[in-house]
């Protein structure tokens, strides 16, 4: 009886624990992984149920953890070296399959006695790519593509029983026996080894009698030469082959190439190809994208392949639409992709009739040398597609709703980047999208209102997209569509909209990016009382650049998803509210170019934000410790503002900032030299404030390297539309081929991609520019002009080999023009103009061959300027004027001419000797002459008064 009570006493607290959602053994564990990964959203959920939490997947019946996707706490890939990894903090999960642990800089395990069999028993997945890991272990699936293997034996691969094997990114010696599949892309093999596909760079041998069943063999980045494929006919078992990005040029051999009859997948991107392809009858999945395959040839092998379900001729030279005809007969294709081809008018007459019926449909992009062209006229025969792309064609006419009348189960329709027109009464439109989930018209010529009849759609998946942005429509935003349950992604940038932003569109249950921005929407912001309204789950708020007024609303502080929150550009007032910036997931807060007064917000500590603007405002007082200790912080604005005090010491401790934008305020004191330890800044600008003292030399610590992490302003988009989503619209996975290869790995965005790209206004060259993408990435420079500095120009300065923009103008600087700015290499705008320089202008700097904006007027300088060649050829005689010691060309003063160089510093010292002598010459005679006066003043009064006498 005790024993049976025993057991429901056990039973029961069992049944406690797992109906929380999953064991709390494994949830201590969770918790205990924060020490070394990245889960602080666990910390800040652990009350609640973790089979919930983020990167974790439980059994649906046990309740215990079955996968985990686990980040690295610290980027290691930022200078921090490879570590060990614990395995006995994986002993609780009893039945995890699945291990991700990307990106970690692992290099190696640390068993503590516990056996790596043990510690991952019933693993069947494990993900160590982009690692320092070396070792060997029993799973079924190892990824191990982007590490730094190097024992020259393989001592910790070969014996691996594996059924997949990718150790892709390595740097291979030994041998290895090989399984179902071999993956060895993005190694850095050569040609000469590769001897009957028996040898791989440094890779010693390869069994070929293994090589025989293969079934998949993947290549993909391995700077290959097409003889080493002479003999690939030997892997008559072969299914699948990529040799995407493999360098490939010319023809493939067809000694053996066109007898591998059973393969069903090959894929030839990102080459420069022409290939055998018309014996290959069993292929059912082709990609030949980024090549140089023209019509004729292709056109008669692929009209041979009517197997094809997967066509890619993306980025080739085929003249479309005309070369769909190949494909007439094939009746299983279901997915065609011809991206960036020759655009051609076809004849007005249809010659041919398709058998197939596709789901996915891509034609963007393509050049053209047609005004307006007409949409595939095939396209007519298409009653079954999912999704379509038309996008930077240049077609005209009217929106083609033909097409979407004859695809009822259509769900994506991008038709951007057109000349589309649509002026008659689109109320119907809706009709038309009974399975609609994403719709692209922006970017064309679309007028009058937006449909009201968009909310009322009811997706198949239950998220719609809707983009009309770039276009000329009027009026608000209907309440049907700010009300809609399904929209999930609304863009109506750059319309002509007006009114006020109706307040049902932020208290919206499932819009979470919303895009408003280039209209003439005005008014204040809606109030909204949080107590009673549930606010929309919104991720991205894009308000710029409209006629918005008023302060800020306080529900904006309680959008907890918010990752995006911009609303530049509009009329906004009052102050900062003081916990925008504590936001947990804020990433980028632009709120420049407003009215906004008052002190800056407290952002101290702020462990989420990158992107701040906050320049262009009235914003008053001391920094004080408003971004202390902001570790994330990539780009700090508040240029413009009316700012005093002196740049505090804490501007070090931002250690991950790349571009400080101060310009425009009244900062007061010395440049702190903590300034110096920020070494990713690439940008700074100091101007037109009232800093003084000298330029530290420990500037020339700074690294200036280029960054992509400053112009980059993307925040996660779980839910992108790329081509795998829509391959999923077909039946079973026909298009999936491998795990992790094929489609799944394909990220070439179809419809909604998040387009903001991170912006930054620098002076250079006598203009200012705004600077964003590749161009923001490589920029570098430092503006200290107008200030009131002195002293001389540190000598190190000439260290900044990546600079690209310096002005030390308007200070009060002197000495010499440091000659080792002649290392300057990327150096295009020089100014030291106004300050005091003496000297000559160095020789050295007619080397600075990306110079094009040099000047050094208004200074003490002297002597020649150096003579006309190079870059100094295009300067003209305003980069030098004002410097009255100065000649040669272009100025007009001539070297030769007398007194021109001898005309020196100690010469005008003797003039003013001289002057000074001259000057007490008058002196003496003028004393002298007054002193008579005086005294004859003085007698005749005593003659005349004889009292005074």
Known sequence: MDLKLLWILLTTSLFLVQTQGCWQQERVALLQLHSVFDVSDWI??????????????????????????????????????????????????????????????????????????????????????????????????????????????????????????????????????????????????????LTHLGGLSNLKFLKLDVLINLEELVLDGLHLNNNILQNIHVLNSLKALSLND?????????????????????????????????????????????????????SIA?????????????????????????????????????????????????????????????????????????????????????????SYNNFGGKVPLWLLQ???????????GNSFINRSNSDNICSIFPQLWGLNLSSNILEGNIPP????????????????????????????????????????????????????????????????????????????????????????????????SGELPRWISNLLDLRELALSNNQLDGPIPMDLCHLNHLNILDLSQNNFSGPIPSCCGAQSIKHLHLNGNRLSGTLGNAFFNCSSLVTLDISENQLTGEIPNWIGTLSALRVLLLRANLFTGEIPI??????????????????????????????????????????????????????????????????????????????IVNQREEKVDYTTKRASYTYKGNILTYMSGIDLSCNRLTGEIPPEIGNLSEIRSLNLSHNNLSGHIPFMFSRLNKIESLDLSHNNLSGIIPTELTKLYTLEVFNVSYNNLSGSIPSQKAQFATFDESSYMANPFLCGPPLPKDCSEPNSLSTTTPNASNDEEESGLMDMYVFQMTFFVSYVIVLLVIAVILYINLYWR
């Open 44 to 193: 800040a959920e652990k009350g609640s149920n973790c089979c919930h939490w983020k990167n974790i997947e439980c059994h649906n019946t046990s309740g215990r953890v079955k996968g985990l996707s686990l980040p690295l706490k610290y980027s290691w890939n930022r200078g921090d070296s490879s570590w060990y990894l614990d395995v006995s903090l994986f002993l609780p999960f009893k039945e995890l399959k699945s291990l991700d642990l990307y990106g970690n800089g692992i290099k190696d395990f640390i068993d503590n006695k516990v056996p790596l069999s043990t510690a991952f028993s019933n693993l069947e997945m494990l993900i160590l790519s982009n690692n320092d890991f070396h070792d060997r272990m029993n799973v079924e699936e190892l990824h191990l593509s982007g590490n730094r293997l190097k024992n020259s034996d393989l001592t910790y691969i070969k014996g691996l029983s594996v059924k997949s094997l990718n150790i892709g990114g390595n740097l291979l010696q030994g041998s290895i026996d090989i399984g179902e599949k071999l993956d060895l892309s993005y190694n850095s093999f050569n040609n000469t080894l």
């Open 246 to 298: 493999c360098g490939l040029t010319g023809a493939l051999p067809t000694q053996g190439w066109c007898d591998l009859r059973k393969l069903e997948v090959l894929v030839l991107s990102k080459n420069a190809l022409e290939a055998c392809l018309a014996n290959l009858s069993s292929l059912y999945h082709l990609d030949i994208s980024s090549n140089q395959f023209i019509g004729n040839g292709a």
């Open 302 to 390: 692929l009209a041979n392949l009517t197997l094809l379900r997967f066509v890619s001729l993306s980025q080739n030279l085929f003249e479309v639409p005309s070369f769909f005809m190949s494909f007439a007969n094939h009746s299983h294709l279901k997915v065609l992709s011809s991206d960036q081809n020759k655009l051609v008018k076809e004849s007005t007459i249809q010659t041919w009739v398709p058998k197939f019926q596709i789901k996915v449909f891509r034609l963007s992009n393509c050049t053209t040398k047609e005004l307006h062209n007409e949409v595939p006229k095939f396209l007519y025969y298409q009653y079954d597609l999912r999704a379509i792309d038309l």
């Open 406 to 416: 004859n695809n009822t189960r259509l769900g994506a329709f991008s038709m951007k």
């Open 453 to 548: 009849c968009l909310g009322s759609l009811k997706s198949g998946n239950n998220e719609l997209y809707l983009d009309l942005s770039h276009n000329q429509l009027s009026g608000g935003i209907p309440e049907n569509l700010a009300k809609s349950d399904s929209l999930v992604f609304l863009r109506l940038s750059n319309n002509h909209l007006s009114g006020r932003i109706i307040p049902t569109i932020f208290s919206s249950h499932s819009l979470r990016r919303l895009y408003l921005d280039g209209n003439n929407f005005d008014g204040r912001l809606p109030s909204i009382d949080v107590t009673i309204v549930r606010l929309s789950p919104i991720e991205d708020m894009v308000l710029s650049n409209n006629n918005l």
């Open 674 to 751: 903590e300034l110096c330890k920020l070494h990713s800044l690439s940008i700074m600008d100091l101007s037109q404030n009232n800093l003084s003292g000298p330029i530290p030399f420990c500037l020339s610590n700074l690294t200036l390297e280029p960054s992509d992490e400053k112009s980059s302003a993307k925040t996660d988009l779980p839910f992108l539309l790329l081509d795998w989503d829509i391959a999923n619209y077909s039946e079973s996975g026909e298009f999936e081929w491998s795990i992790r290869s094929g489609l799944f790995t394909t990220d070439v965005p179809l419809l």
